[in-house]
């Protein structure tokens, strides 16, 4: 009888230590610092790209980069489309704005494999969608997918995609930054000027003599 008792104990000791350590494994994945994802947003121009249903080739949008760092000490397999990442894994947090895609000849599932701290940078397009009123504060997410059958629908498969984690980036204001100098807040005082840098550089070369700045 106490031997029994006592495997039982011992069965409902273990099913509790499976419990705790498949709990912890969940949390570590869902951890805000599994990666983390920045954006920077440069300035707003055009690109020259397929044509669209209109017949148009120049498409005008904001350059972005986007960062995506592992920040675990061991590496990491995430999955992305070759070239049509900009839609399979970013997404925007408001309807007025979106990454745009250009496609390519060959469009097919790629493995980044990411080392402990290692980052990878993504340079996009953000385009404004002409349906809506347009938010100038926007993030992007990362949709992280762990497996190929997560990315990539294989016919008559049986396995059912997991949802894909979607880490989200910092908040940055959309504007046009180019021709434009910026001097970081927290060496400088809380300085800013945004001046037209070819302006200053005529000034140097007293090409201009006469600015009402």
């Not at 904001?62 to 992305?80: E, G, K, P, R, S």
């Not at 997560?150 to 908040?171: Q, T």
């Not at 070819?198 to 007293?206: E, F, M, P, Q």
């Amino acid at each position: 009888m106490t031997s029994t008792r006592c495997a039982s104990y011992a069965f409902l000791f273990l099913t509790f230590l499976c419990c705790v350590a498949q709990k912890g494994s969940t949390q570590d994945m869902n951890e805000k610092a599994f990666i983390s994802v920045s954006l920077q947003i440069i300035g707003k121009g055009t690109v020259r790209a397929y044509q669209d249903a209109n017949g148009n080739h120049d498409v005008t949008g904001y350059f972005t980069m986007a960062t995506v760092t592992n920040q675990q000490d061991t590496a990491i397999v995430l999955w992305i489309m070759s070239c049509g990442w900009p839609t399979a894994n970013w997404i925007t947090n408001n309807d007025s704005a979106y990454c745009g895609n250009f496609g390519c000849d060959i469009n097919i599932p790629d493995d980044i494999r990411l080392k402990p701290h290692q980052s990878i940078h993504f340079y996009g397009l953000l385009r404004r969608s002409r349906q809506n009123p347009f938010c100038r504060k926007v993030k992007l997410g990362f949709k992280y997918y762990r497996n190929l059958v997560d990315l990539w629908n294989f016919p008559n498969s049986k396995i059912k995609p997991a949802p894909p984690a979607v880490y989200w980036s910092n908040e940055v204001e959309i504007k046009d930054n180019l021709f434009q100098y910026q001097i970081d807040s927290a060496a400088a005082g809380g300085y800013y000027n945004t001046h037209n840098t070819l302006v200053h550089s005529a000034i140097k070369k007293n090409q201009v003599k006469d600015l009402n700045l």
